[in-house]
């Protein structure tokens, strides 16, 4: 059984999200992905780990704003 890898361009296409938002989530690990040369390359299993409801790295920007940066934005 082959395990067939994505590219940032097609999980961002297929997220609905900038391309290089998608490489800073794999840079930063929020995304399993492996780098090969200077692309990363993604699984269909991780990007539906990713996308699980459950997963802390999907919050929106609002959730992961500190309470100050909240009361400014108030």
Same mark, same amino acid.
């Given at each position: 059984?082959? $395990?067939?890898?994505?590219?940032?361009?097609?999980?961002? &296409?297929?997220?609905?999200?900038?391309?290089?938002?998608?490489?800073?989530?794999?840079?930063?690990?929020?995304?399993? &992905?492996?780098?090969?040369?200077?692309?990363?390359?993604? $699984?269909? &299993? #991780?990007? #539906?780990?990713?996308?699980?409801?459950?997963?802390?790295?999907?919050?929106?920007?609002? #959730?992961?704003?500190? &309470?100050?940066? @909240? @009361?400014?934005?108030?």
């Amino acid at each position: 059984m082959s $395990t067939t890898y994505l590219t940032a361009a097609q999980v961002a &296409a297929q997220l609905g999200e900038d391309v290089d938002n998608i490489r800073r989530r794999c840079a930063r690990g929020q995304i399993p &992905a492996k780098k090969l040369g200077h692309e990363w390359r993604i $699984t269909q &299993a #991780d990007v #539906d780990a990713f996308m699980r409801p459950d997963n802390a790295a999907v919050k929106s920007p609002r #959730d992961r704003m500190s &309470a100050r940066q @909240r @009361r400014r934005a108030s």
